[in-house]
Nanobody
Framework: VQLQASGGGLVQAGGSLRLSCAASGRRFSNNAVGWFRQAPGKEREFVASISWNGGRSSYSDSVKGRFTISRDNARNILYLQMNNLKPEDTAVYLC?????????????????WGQGTLVTVSS
């Protein structure tokens, strides 16, 4: 499956953005998908994931309550709604498809990665 993320940009602290990830390939609807991020000089970290049918999702503690992950399997699109953004959310955000159907925060379970979209949050 090929993935393409979009929707990043510059936003003030407290603002909102919605990221999208368009997927091609029939495997999208059979597998969990997720969002990761990588800030300058830091390692890539898990943000959120969602199971194949959208029935279960999980979040990192740093974004829980502020971000919402969702998917539209009919359109092959993954979303990440980000509210109450903080400067520490600044990073390149990447979408990825896992090899399993259930949501997971394990980096190594994701095999298909899209190019990232930059989110910059100013204070």
């Amino acid at each position: 499956v090929q993935l393409q993320a979009s929707g990043g940009g510059l936003v003030q602290a407290g603002g909102s953005l919605r990221l999208s990830c368009a997927a091609s390939g029939r495997r999208f609807s059979n597998n969990a998908v997720g969002w990761f991020r990588q800030a300058p000089g830091k390692e890539r970290e898990f943000v959120a994931s969602i199971s194949w049918n959208g029935g279960r999702s999980s979040y990192s503690d740093s974004v829980k309550g502020r971000f919402t992950i969702s998917r539209d399997n009919a359109r092959n699109i993954l979303y990440l709604q980000m509210n109450n953004l903080k400067p520490e959310d600044t990073a390149v955000y990447l979408c990825a498809a896992a090899i399993y159907a259930q949501s997971t925060d394990v980096d190594s379970y994701y095999r298909s990665w899209g190019q990232g979209t930059l989110v910059t949050v100013s204070s």
